[in-house]
């Protein structure tokens, strides 16, 4: 999951939980408003730790010392 899919979980149980009054019969629309939060937190989390950890993250190496900077 990506950052974007995790914000857009994020506001979409935000929303459920603090917007939406409507009742559907068997359905607690509060309780899947927190789940949908709690699974987007967890996702932004998930994506920015795996960002820190990308391949694609630039290298410098002193060519005198051959130390590599990142």
């Known amino acids: ?7 857009f979980l994020l506001a979409v149980g ?10 559907i019969q ?8 927190v789940i ?3 699974a987007g937190g967890l996702g932004l989390i998930w994506a920015l730790l795996a960002a820190q950890r990308s391949p694609w993250r630039r290298e410098a190496v002193d060519e005198e010392t051959r130390i ?3």
Do not use: E, H, K, N
């Open 14 to 23: 935000a929303v459920l939980y603090w917007a939406v009054t409507g009742d």
């Open 36 to 38: 949908l939060m709690i």
């Open 26 to 33: 068997g359905v607690d629309l509060d309780v899947v408003g």
């Open 68 to 70: 590599v900077r990142r």
């Open 1 to 7: 999951m990506g950052i974007g899919a995790s914000v």
